[in-house]
């Protein structure tokens, strides 16, 4: 059964604070995402990796950093936490270099509620 | 980006009656892929569609790829309690990344 596991379901954090989300996928595919779901928005794409230690901006990049080290886990990195950026925060796999499959399944964690104080 | 619209974004209906939620976007999309999010969990694929005009079904549910690809539907025939939830298109640019639109909460009442 593949598997995309974020560490915490929910967290609470003081504006200023450094936060680490962190992901990890067992299914040993290329690409992962962080996306951030807010009600009436959908899904928006804060970052995406296609190769460890390779990172690519996604649509809402600011105020956010992210770390590949290991082909398995992504982490998103709240560099100062805001009151806006309290939101579901959802990861995800994929499988498919730019070479190979396209129109692939990507697997979603069970994501992260964040409210920052 | 690329935008995807989706609607209605809200939806209730009666278990029993039929319903279609639309996808459409001004951008040509190499996939598109519906999904669906419970609560408390993250979205699961339903389908894949990538050719223009295909038409896929699953069970009580059919999707429809538009022509030109830029535009998808998802309709449910005989809708079921346990069809609630909230559906997700999303159009995949290239062989990584996906543009989501903003989702349909469906309720379907008993």
Redesign the interface.
Known sequence: DVKVTQSSRYLVKRTGEKVFLECVQDMDHENMFWYRQDPGLGLRLIYFSYDVKMKEKGDIPEGYSVSREKKERFSLILESASTNQTSMYLCASKEGAISRVMNTEAFFGQGTRLTVV | ?QL?E?SP?FLSIQEGENLTVYCNSSSVF??L?W?RQEP??????LV?V?TGGEVKKLKRLTFQFGDARKDSSLHITAAQPGDTGLY?C?G?Q??????????TRLTINP
């Open positions: 980006t995807l989706q974004q190499s996939s892929q999904y408390g969990e993250g979205p699961v694929l894949t990538v997700l999303a995949g290239g062989a990584q990344k996906l543009v989501f639109g903003q989702g």
